[in-house]
């Protein structure tokens, strides 16, 4: 219980991958919720905002992190979890070590966004609408261009008729029990503005357009860590090396986060300062992973080589104690080294068995989840040799 990330309860498990929902989201989906239903004037139906917010998000998120996993596959490793959160979904992978597996486990989660996009827009464009790409606009009020008639066409929020009646909720109960919907039909035609409602499987089709487009821009934000600032790294590793790619990646992140948070004090809005400090947290663990891979398991650098030992003629002094967020990276880590060593111990258990079975039996006994372990144990391998 001491690790947050751990908060979570198993939901289901899809292609060998255990999909996992973390506790908070479901408090910020009830937020989310009624943030949504309870703005005063809010013309729009809880149905919507349910199936927005946490159906179709949950499944856009939820793809997005599946691309990863099978990016990750692709590249000859492998994928075991699934975890959504408040800020999005991680997806736990295991990839060789090299800027090309890593690029391509990472831009495989964006990919899903852009064929989900594609589909969308096909879809519309092929009964005759085409989706705005502002992703500034309010998705509710779904905003669309009939090229074939020539003309911008909207969802009920949107229409006149949707502006009276969220007019009249403002309203005392009394003079809400006046406006009848002749009488708003009535307000309407007086009012000489006519804005045509778009059918309702073309609003939900932008609505999934709109929030995988968002997605899409966002991720690639080329800060850490976003895909975006992974894919940076990677990039820098390629030309540089591994260590370079890390720094700037995560300086990056840092920069970028500041600069959200900054965002999120003057517009007031939590979650994007939920988000500005986790890219914070993020990009400091990544710096000290790498430090920490640096000086070596013992906390000691030995770039300067085992002849430095031989200089302490006097006694070292006295290390001060660590900080308590220190003490909890360093446990946190330690968890995770150990957590990694024992799937290791796991999986070549696993293997001496499965050689074991071929030796006996021969190696089309082999399962198709079997014959993908052992690839992926030999590339594993062939990558720390």
């Known amino acids: 219980m001491r690790d947050p990330m751990s908060w979570s309860i198993p939901v289901f498990r899809a292609f060998g991958i255990q999909v996992k929902v973390h506790l908070l989201f479901f408090i910020f989906t009830i937020g989310m919720f009624l943030r949504q239903v309870g703005m005063k004037g809010n013309p729009i139906w809880w149905v919507d905002v349910f199936l927005f917010t946490v159906v179709a998000l949950f499944l856009s998120v939820l793809l997005h992190e599946f691309g990863h996993c099978f990016g990750a596959r692709h590249v000859g490793g492998d994928a075991k ?147 975006g600032g992974r894919m940076l790294q990677s990039v820098i590793w390629s030309r540089r090396d591994y260590r370079k790619g890390v720094v700037v990646a995560a300086y990056t992140g840092f920069g970028v986060a500041v600069l959200f948070l900054v965002v999120s004090i003057a517009v007031n809005e939590a979650l994007f300062m939920g988000l500005s400090l986790f890219m914070l947290y993020e990009s400091s663990m990544a710096l000290y992973r790498l430090e920490m891979e640096d000086t070596g398991p013992f906390g000691y650098d030995f770039s300067a080589g085992y002849t430095s030992l031989e200089k302490d003629e006097e006694p070292p002094p006295r290390p001060k104690r660590a900080g308590w967020f220190k003490r909890w990276r360093q446990a946190r880590l330690a968890r995770r080294m150990q957590r990694e060593n024992e799937e290791r111990a796991r999986d070549e258990e696993r293997m001496d068995q499965l050689l074991d079975k071929i030796a006996r039996t021969g190696k089309e006994s082999l399962t198709e989840e079997e014959r993908r372990f052992l690839e992926r144990m030999s590339a594993r391998r062939r990558n720390m040799s």
């Not at 964006?110 to 309010?138: D, E, Q, R």
């Not at 003309?151 to 003079?175: F, I, K």
């Open 81 to 227: 979890e699934v975890l959504i959160w408040p800020l999005g979904g991680l997806a736990y992978v295991d990839v060789p070590h090299n800027a090309r597996a890593h690029f391509i486990t990472v831009v495989a989660g964006p990919g899903v966004n852009v064929a989900i996009c594609l589909v969308c827009a096909i879809a519309m464009a092929a009964t005759g609408y085409l989706p705005s790409l502002n992703p500034l606009k309010n998705p509710y009020i779904a905003e669309v261009y009939n090229y074939q008639e020539k003309r911008h066409e909207t969802s009920r929020y949107g229409t006149p008729a949707g502006a009276v009646e969220a007019w009249a909720r403002s309203l005392p109960a009394e003079m809400q029990r006046s406006l009848t919907p002749e009488r708003i039909e009535e307000i309407v035609r007086q009012s000489g503005i006519e804005t045509r409602e778009a059918p309702i499987g073309i609003v939900w089709a932008y609505r999934i357009f709109f929030l995988n487009w968002v997605l899409l821009l966002f991720n690639l934000i080329p800060a850490y860590p976003l895909d």
